[in-house]
């Protein structure tokens, strides 16, 4: 099919790539809501400053492709930008094709974890255990020169920024669960809580069995994102049938839930994969429907507030606020958990810079955006903050301990868990 998807679906229906990237007027109303822009103030850093340059390279009118490689590569595809425009113009779609016709060959590094996700699970978790295991011994630290020195300082990064090394994975202990014969929720674990926070995939569980009952583990694999992003649509469509099948197998009658706000997302959009496939398109159409983000659960979920929290702060995770519009019902969950604890974060929704793999590809950027916004924290006298993305996990932790080391993060289910179950401890009825 190709590495390009040639059509998008947008909020005017379904569009030609070239039509989406035209739809953007240049009125400007985005630039101010564009992270990458507000730290840079370059136009080409701008969503409208990208969207010209994705319409000149379809129409081939850039002498130099290339030149554009810088504007498309700073996107954090957060979709702020879509959210402040008027005509809800796709930017990091357009963005995303723009990128998928300048690379010929996937990011060979993404290609090789894209494989042993898809392909080769059992090894690859064998490697990262090892991988831990070594990190727990500290050699992993000594590798950062090493991996500095042959061209992958990305590596070197990421090896730094990941803090957490479990030796035993979120799938291996949801395995042994019993079986339920009548289950309400599926749960779907993403690759960052399965791989680096397994108590944050624990806590979720530990949600749903409280607030709905009893419910199955999906048993999946990877939900595509990464190769969608960085790889190739024809592993990220595989990727994305394995997911459905397992879901229409599962036999859940209630929602799927997933606690990774990127990954809940990207399995909201897998209608776009299957443009070209009419019978795969209605499949994935009634897997999105069923799909739900941790926010979305506890929105209106009978939530005690959480005795003895400190000062307490939500940061918007931008697929959850921006890609699925999920910032009030986020904000009105974390307020219910932290009742007189709660404090209002000043633009908690601009992005942190996580984003993925975009603070090991783009460090200088990645590093203003956490310094930006481990400001706004400390103004707000937080000493914890919540958020639902792994990204924002990783990014929160390691830009607090450099800027703002009095506070610390936790994912939006933690804090859940441990109230629901604090109030069941306590005779507290829920949402007392």
Same mark, same amino acid.
Not at 52 to 74: K, W
């Given at each position: 099919?190709?590495?390009?998807?040639?059509?998008?679906?947008?909020?005017?229906?379904?569009?030609?790539?070239?039509?989406?990237?035209?739809?953007?007027?240049?009125?400007?109303?985005?630039?101010?809501?564009?992270?990458?822009?507000?730290?840079?103030?370059?136009?080409?850093?701008?969503?409208?400053?990208?969207?010209? +340059?994705?319409?000149?390279?379809?129409?081939?009118?850039?002498?130099?492709?290339?030149?554009?490689?810088?504007?498309?590569?700073? @996107? &954090?595809?957060?979709?702020?930008?879509?959210?402040?425009?008027?005509?809800?113009?796709?930017?990091?779609?357009?963005? $995303?094709?723009?990128?998928?016709? !300048?690379?010929?060959?996937?990011?060979?590094?993404?290609?090789?974890?894209?494989?042993?996700?898809?392909?080769?699970?059992?090894?690859? /978790?064998? !490697?990262?255990?090892?991988?831990?295991?070594?990190?727990? $011994?500290?050699?992993?630290? &000594?590798?950062?020169?090493? #991996?500095?020195?042959?061209?992958?300082?990305? $590596?070197?990064?990421?090896?730094?920024?990941?803090?957490?090394?479990?030796?035993?994975?979120?799938?291996?202990?949801?395995?042994?669960?019993?079986?339920?014969?009548?289950?309400?929720?599926?749960?779907?674990?993403?690759?960052?809580?399965?791989? &680096?926070?397994?108590?944050?995939?624990?806590?979720?569980?530990?949600? +749903?069995?409280?607030?709905?009952?009893?419910?199955?583990?999906?048993?999946?694999?990877?939900?595509?994102?990464?190769?969608?992003?960085?790889?190739?649509?024809?592993?990220?469509?595989? /990727?994305?049938?394995?997911?459905? *099948?397992?879901?229409?197998?599962?036999?859940?009658?209630?929602?799927?839930?997933?606690?990774?706000?990127? @990954?809940?997302?990207?399995?909201?959009?897998?209608?776009?994969?299957?443009?070209?496939?009419?019978?795969?398109?209605?499949?994935? =159409?009634?897997?999105?429907?069923?799909?739900? %983000?941790?926010? =979305?659960?506890?929105?209106?979920?009978?939530?005690?507030?959480?005795?003895?929290?400190?000062?307490?702060?939500?940061?918007?995770?931008?697929?959850?606020?921006?890609?699925?519009? #999920?910032?009030?019902?986020?904000?009105?969950?974390?307020?219910?958990?932290?009742?007189?604890?709660?404090? *209002? #974060?000043?633009?908690?929704? /601009?992005?942190?810079?996580?984003?993925?793999?975009?603070?090991?590809?783009?460090?200088?950027?990645? %590093?203003?955006?956490?310094?930006?916004?481990?400001?706004?924290?400390?103004?707000?006298?937080?000493?914890?903050?919540?958020?639902?993305?792994?990204? @924002?996990?990783?990014? +929160?932790?390691?830009?607090?301990?450099?800027?703002?080391? *009095?506070?610390?993060?936790?994912?939006?289910?933690? +804090?859940?868990?441990?109230?629901?179950?604090?109030?069941?401890?306590?005779?507290?009825?829920?949402?007392?």
């Amino acid at each position: 099919m190709g590495n390009l998807l040639h059509r998008l679906i947008t909020d005017l229906g379904e569009r030609s790539d070239y039509d989406a990237a035209s739809q953007c007027c240049r009125c400007g109303y985005c630039e101010q809501a564009c992270p990458t822009y507000v730290v840079t103030g370059d136009e080409t850093r701008s969503a409208r400053g990208r969207n010209q +340059l994705v319409r000149l390279l379809i129409e081939g009118r850039l002498s130099d492709p290339a030149s554009a490689e810088d504007a498309l590569h700073t @996107c &954090l595809l957060c979709g702020a930008c879509t959210a402040a425009c008027y005509a809800r113009v796709a930017t990091a779609d357009i963005v $995303l094709e723009g990128r998928r016709k !300048l690379t010929e060959t996937p990011h060979r590094l993404a290609r090789l974890l894209t494989r042993l996700l898809a392909e080769h699970r059992g090894l690859l /978790m064998l !490697l990262l255990k090892a991988a831990n295991l070594a990190k727990r $011994l500290g050699l992993t630290a &000594l590798a950062r020169p090493a #991996l500095r020195l042959i061209g992958l300082p990305g $590596l070197a990064l990421a090896e730094e920024h990941v803090r957490e090394a479990p030796l035993v994975f979120l799938e291996e202990v949801l395995r042994r669960r019993p079986a339920v014969k009548d289950p309400r929720w599926s749960y779907f674990a993403p690759c960052g809580p399965n791989f &680096l926070y397994p108590r944050v995939g624990l806590a979720t569980v530990a949600v +749903l069995e409280s607030l709905r009952g009893p419910g199955v583990f999906m048993d999946n694999g990877c939900c595509g994102l990464l190769a969608y992003n960085y790889g190739e649509l024809d592993d990220a469509r595989a /990727m994305a049938r394995r997911v459905i *099948e397992r879901f229409e197998a599962s036999g859940s009658r209630g929602p799927v839930v997933g606690d990774c706000s990127s @990954c809940t997302a990207f399995l909201k959009s897998y209608p776009q994969l299957f443009l070209s496939e009419p019978d795969w398109k209605v499949r994935a =159409e009634r897997f999105a429907a069923a799909v739900r %983000d941790v926010p =979305e659960v506890l929105a209106d979920a009978p939530l005690p507030e959480l005795a003895g929290l400190p000062a307490f702060t939500y940061h918007d995770s931008c697929r959850a606020c921006h890609g699925q519009g #999920l910032q009030t019902a986020a904000h009105a969950a974390a307020r219910r958990l932290a009742g007189s604890a709660y404090r *209002e #974060l000043p633009e908690s929704d /601009m992005c942190c810079g996580g984003a993925g793999a975009y603070a090991f590809r783009n460090p200088a950027l990645s %590093d203003d955006l956490i310094q930006r916004k481990a400001g706004r924290i400390a103004a707000s006298g937080a000493r914890l903050v919540a958020a639902s993305g792994t990204s @924002c996990l990783i990014q +929160l932790a390691q830009g607090l301990k450099k800027y703002y080391p *009095e506070c610390e993060v936790v994912h939006l289910s933690e +804090l859940a868990a441990r109230a629901l179950a604090q109030g069941a401890k306590d005779g507290t009825p829920a949402g007392a």
